[in-house]
């Protein structure tokens, strides 16, 4: 397999990011000037459309530290969005935009590409799951 080139966003990536990045208080509002300045240099090993990002260096710092450490905003399906159950998660390294993750909870991994925003409940700040240790359903099965 040839190596990875680095690209920009696509059009449903970017739409995806501007859409977790409106999270209520403008939690994310910091991260922002970072969109212009990422691209993506890497994709998931399996069929779906989870993305690696880097921005460039230049672009400034995100001040803030997600309260689980990693996942600076994330959106899961809507009820009435049966055909895509999962969730976003948007993470951050070092202050900076570092994936793009999509989730099917499904488990046969065919989201190969990001649905339209309006198939997501509004976004919160952070993951999923309340601050504090992930829910047993989130963990790997280790143990």
């Keep these: 397999m040839p190596p990875f ?4 966003l696509t059009v449903a990536e ?7 990045l409106e999270q209520p208080r403008g939690q994310g509002a910091g ?5 212009d300045h990422a691209r993506v240099i890497g994709e998931c090993h399996c069929v779906c459309a989870t993305i690696d990002l880097a921005v460039d260096p ?3 710092r995100w001040n803030r530290r997600p309260a689980d450490g990693r996942i600076a905003a994330s959106a ?3 009820p009435d969005a049966p055909q895509h159950p999962g969730e976003l998660l948007l993470h951050v390294i070092d202050g900076r935009l570092a994936e793009l993750e999509i989730a099917d909870w499904r488990g046969d991994n065919e989201l190969a590409e990001f649905p339209p925003v309006r198939t997501w409940e509004p976004p919160r700040a952070g993951g999923p799951w309340p601050a ?3 829910p047993e359903s989130q963990l790997g099965d280790d143990d």
């Design 132 to 134: 504090g240790p992930e």
């Design 76 to 78: 899961v399906s809507r």
């Design 14 to 20: 970017r739409a995806t990011q501007d859409f977790l």
């Design 31 to 35: 991260l922002c000037a970072q969109i």
């Design 5 to 8: 080139r680095p690209r920009p």
């Design 58 to 60: 230049a672009a400034p």
